[in-house]
C-alpha cells in the first residue's frame, strides 16, 4: 500500500475510535485529591464534618481522599445527614446541559442512609426522585441521579426550571421520602469523585469531536504534503 493510503486508512480507524465515546465531557468532578474540602460545607464551622477523610477515597490508593460527614441525630449543629454547596454546583443547569450527577457514596456508619441529592433556587427547593439506600458500613457504590426537571420532586419549590437555570444551592443529603432538609439521624458517609455529566450522546459527533477531526485532518494533510515535497526533492536530486 502507498504511503498515502497508509495514512488515510489510519486516519480512519482515528476517526472511528472517537465516534465511540458516549458520555460527553464531564463539566465537574469533586475528587478532594487536593485535601479540601472543594467549596462542600453544613453552614456552620463544626471540627467534626464536613472533613477530608485522607486516603479514604474510592481507590483506596494513597492520595486518593473523600469528603466525610457525620450526623448526630441530636439538637444542633450536625444533627442531620447533609453537605451543601454554594461555589463550583450553582448556577444554570440547564444551559450547561447536565442531566444526571454520579457520585460514589459509603456508609461508614452503624445506620441505613438513603441519600439524594437537592437543589434551591428561584423557583424554589427540588429534591432528585432517584436516591440510593445504602446498609449500614456498606462498601464503595456508584449512583447515578437524573437530575432532569422531571425527575426532581418539588419540597415546596413551584418552578423547577427556574430553579436548574440559577442553582444557588446542591446538596447531598439523607432522605428516606424525598425532602431538601435531611431528618436528624446518627450516621456517617464517604463521598468521592461528585461529577456531573451531560446526556447520553451515541453516533452523534459532538463539538469535541468535530474540533478533533479538523486536527487530524490537518495533520494528515500536512504529513501529505511534506511527502510530496520529499518525492520532489528526491526527484530534482
Ligand atoms: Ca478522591
Known amino acids: 500500500m502507498k504511503m498515502r493510503s497508509r495514512l488515510w486508512v489510519m486516519g480512519g480507524f482515528l476517526l472511528l475510535g472517537m465516534a465511540q465515546v458516549a458520555w460527553a465531557t464531564p463539566d465537574t468532578i469533586d475528587d478532594f485529591n487536593d485535601a479540601t474540602l472543594q467549596g462542600w460545607e453544613i453552614g456552620r464551622a463544626d471540627a467534626r464534618t464536613p472533613l477530608v477523610i485522607e486516603d479514604g477515597g474510592r481507590s483506596g490508593e494513597a492520595g486518593d481522599h473523600a469528603l466525610g ?88 419549590g413551584t418552578n423547577v426550571v427556574a430553579t436548574l437555570e440559577n442553582v444557588g444551592q446542591f446538596r447531598i443529603h439523607h432522605a428516606p421520602t424525598p425532602v431538601f432538609r435531611a431528618p436528624r439521624s446518627v450516621a456517617s458517609l464517604s463521598i468521592d469523585n461528585v461529577q456531573a455529566l451531560e446526556p447520553v450522546v451515541v453516533g ?34
Open 204 to 237: 452523534v459527533p459532538s463539538l469535541s469531536f468535530w474540533g478533533g477531526s479538523l486536527l487530524i485532518a490537518a495533520l494528515f494533510a500536512s504529513a501529505i504534503l511534506v511527502l510530496q515535497s520529499k518525492r520532489k526533492l528526491s526527484t530534482s536530486a
Open 69 to 156: 460527614i457525620i450526623s448526630t441525630g441530636t439538637g444542633g449543629v450536625a444533627s442531620r445527614l447533609a453537605v451543601y454547596n454554594e461555589d463550583q454546583w450553582t448556577g444554570n443547569f440547564i444551559e450547561a446541559n447536565l442531566q444526571s450527577v454520579r457520585v460514589d457514596l459509603k456508609n461508614t456508619g452503624e445506620t441505613t442512609v438513603v441519600i439524594r441529592l437537592g437543589f434551591d433556587g428561584p423557583g424554589g427547593r427540588f429534591v432528585t426522585s432517584d436516591s440510593i439506600e445504602l446498609a449500614a458500613g456498606s462498601d464503595w457504590q456508584s449512583a447515578l441521579f437524573s437530575i432532569k426537571p422531571d425527575d426532581l420532586v418539588a419540597d415546596g
